[in-house]
């Protein structure tokens, strides 16, 4: 027991320590995991051996991973992204694979070992790419949803990968057909055998058990969901809804296991079928935790397993590997950008960004060891390939800033001509932006629109709505919308700083001109303030003050009384952000401000006892109206 104790106290305190660390520099939680592995494994020798048998059980993430992919997979988005998902994303996965085993065969590899790893290579990590875009706001340009379309076909594709892969096992460990014409792995140590449902069957038996578990598991994900969610909640404990999301994929994991499919394909599957459910958001809230847990620790084992008596005793031929996957990813990628009219920056992006292994790629490598279809030698090659691939990441993504910098992007080039000049000029068309616009030209006066983002502007086309495509911060597209003459500039673009540098231009070649910006928060409003902005308008601000006024009506205050507080709270609030305006500095976070955070506190209990007051008076009003008159009053309440 105090063995176990303190393997989970050292694999927990890896991950807690290194894990925030690799957030704060920006390279993703699965490097921060893996980076816990190599420090507690090769570095320290913390842990040994059992980090193996620790990988197995931490394997069952990939399975929640799965159940959790089908539950967002909505059939109408899937049909909508058809065209990215089967030609760029079926694309890149074929091409990849075929080069790749065509590079193993070259090496000397037989034919189904060089399909298995063309297989595994051709997978991009899904985690480290994805939060990356993020970090960066590039999930919503044109590379970046190309580069999310082709993650979702790889998610997708390992599903027929886990299929096929036994298909591919080396000699002594084959799937062969008995005399009595029962199904056998030749050479496999199967722990399981008891619990087989298959084992001794002929063919058609086999078959027919196999289909009989999957359509056990869709048929009960349609017609016993319910009264099972019924009977759970009669109890009226939280637990129990995590208890039955575990249950339903530990029971489908198992039943898929002894008809000889894979677990993630059973519970994919479940999956797909309960998308449409009202469960699925308590499902996904219930197995959310577990699923990040049991991956991270997936990731330190493979960090503790990698073998760097390996890299350090063939570093060429490592470095060579890790440098020819790269190499060959790309150039499938930027091939495949030409072909699919990718431009500029978002050719590039999508290019670099897709050029390494992913984390499937360490599932797919166990699981192929487990099955006989690779060897153990050439999955420790593998497994270190991938991980410095991963690694690697980081790099590319520094590369295509630093490309992009210097480059002549071709997007600066393509950019609509704008012919207009109006007296409002209006930067960025988003929800925000699209609001105002409709606003101000309802009320008969003319908007210059200019977004960046072409499917914005051309759906803005198709509702009746000029707008010009191109860069709203370039000083040449400004000037030919008329800003010398505008009256108003409206800056409404969603980038935080893209927003600031916009004010703070405008405000220098038009000092007298008005600006009203966009801001995310109050810090983005001080930002702006200094920019120069006149009016700033918070994006969430009015409508919260509305949710917050319905809240009131519906805990007794008059329609009267609760506009009326909402609109103290308005103005309360507004001229707290212009005091605080001035106490607030640069670069400095506003909780490391003391003098601000006084302030702050001092303003707010301020605006608690002016609201408590009005309360108090305009119940002491009512009382005093409700009261009954005493004999000999005169009052003049009847009058």
């Known amino acids: 027991m105090e063995t176990f104790l303190l393997q989970a106290t050292i694999y927990l305190g890896a991950a807690v320590i290194a894990v925030p660390f690799a957030a704060r520099l920006g390279l993703g939680s699965v490097l921060g995991y893996l980076a816990a592995g190599i420090v507690i494994g090769p570095l320290t020798g913390l842990v040994g051996t059992e980090a193996k048998d620790i990988q197995h059980f931490a394997e069952f993430g990939v399975v929640v991973m799965l159940f959790l992919i089908g539950l967002e997979l909505e059939p109408r988005a899937l049909w909508d992204m058809r065209d990215r998902l089967i030609g760029?994303?079926?694309?890149?996965?074929?091409?990849?694979?075929?080069?790749?085993?065509?590079?193993?065969?070259?090496?000397?590899?037989?034919?189904?070992?060089?399909l298995a790893i063309g297989l595994i290579m051709a997978?991009?990590?899904?985690?480290?790419?994805?939060?990356?875009?993020?970090?960066?706001?590039?999930?919503?340009?044109?590379?970046?949803r190309s580069i999310f379309s082709v993650l979702l076909t790889q998610d997708i594709a390992v599903i027929p990968m886990l299929a096929l892969l036994p298909l591919l096992a080396v000699s002594g460990n084959r799937l062969t057909i008995a005399p009595d014409g029962s199904l056998q792995r030749t050479g496999a140590e199967d722990s399981h055998a008891a619990l087989s449902l298959v084992d001794g069957l002929p063919g058609w038996g086999v078959t027919l058990v196999t289909i009989g578990a999957v359509a056990a598991v869709v048929l009960a994900g349609i017609y016993l969901t319910r009264p099972v969610f019924r009977y759970i909640h009669q109890a009226k404990l939280r637990e129990m809804y995590t208890a039955l999301a575990l249950l339903m994929v530990v029971a489908i994991a198992v039943l898929m296991g002894m008809v000889g499919l894979s677990p993630a394909l059973g519970t994919f599957l479940a999956g797909v079928v309960l998308a449409n459910s009202e469960f699925r958001h308590e499902l996904e809230s219930d197995l959310e935790p577990f699923k990040g847990l049991l991956l991270g620790l997936f990731f330190i084992t493979v960090g503790a397993g990698i073998n760097f008596t390996l890299l350090a005793s063939q570093p060429v031929r490592v470095a060579s590997y890790v440098i020819g996957l790269i190499v060959i990813k790309g150039a499938v990628l930027y091939a495949l950008s030409f072909l699919f009219r990718m431009k500029g920056k978002d050719r590039w992006l999508f290019t670099l960004g897709l050029a390494q292994a992913g984390e499937f790629g360490f599932v797919l490598i166990s699981f192929s060891s487990q099955q006989g279809v690779l060897l153990p030698g050439l999955s420790e090659m593998l497994l270190l390939v991938i991980a410095l691939s991963m690694l690697v990441t980081p790099l590319l993504f520094i590369g295509f800033d630093w490309l992009t910098q210097r480059m002549d992007d071709q997007e600066d080039h393509e950019h609509d001509e704008v012919d207009e000049q109006g007296t409002v000029i209006i930067a960025g068309i988003g929800r925000f932006g699209q609001m105002a616009n409709r606003l101000i030209q309802s009320a008969g006066f003319s908007t210059v629109v200019i977004d960046n983002d072409l499917p914005a502007v051309q759906m803005m086309r198709k509702f009746g709505y000029r707008g010009f495509f191109g860069d709203p911060t370039r000083p040449d597209l400004l000037a030919a919308a008329g800003i010398q003459d505008a009256r108003v500039m409206l800056v409404a673009v969603d980038d935080k700083d893209t927003a600031t540098k916009l004010v703070a231009y405008v405000r220098k070649v038009r000092p007298d001109i008005h600006i009203i910006a966009r801001a995310r928060d109050r810090v983005h409003v001080y930002e702006l303030y200094a920019a120069g902005a006149n009016d700033i308008v918070r994006e969430m601000f009015d409508s919260s003050l509305r949710a917050g006024r319905y809240a009131l009506e519906n805990l007794g205050l008059t329609d009267f009384e609760a506009a009326e507080t909402e609109t103290m709270f308005y103005h309360s609030d507004r001229d707290m952000v212009r005091e605080l305006a001035e106490l607030w500095k640069p670069g400095v976070a506003v909780a490391d401000n003391p003098a601000y955070v006084a302030r702050a506190r001092q303003l707010d209990n301020d605006l608690e006892i002016a609201l408590a007051a009005r309360v108090q008076n305009r119940e002491d009003e009512e009382n005093a109206r409700l009261l009954p008159r005493r004999p000999g009053d005169t009052s003049n309440n009847n009058r």
């Open 88 to 114: 760029l994303g079926g694309l890149q996965i074929v091409l990849t694979t075929a080069i790749v085993t065509a590079a193993g065969v070259a090496l000397n590899y037989d034919l189904p070992t060089s």
């Open 123 to 144: 997978l991009s990590s899904t985690a480290i790419v994805l939060q990356t875009l993020s970090e960066k706001g590039l999930m919503q340009t044109g590379g970046g």
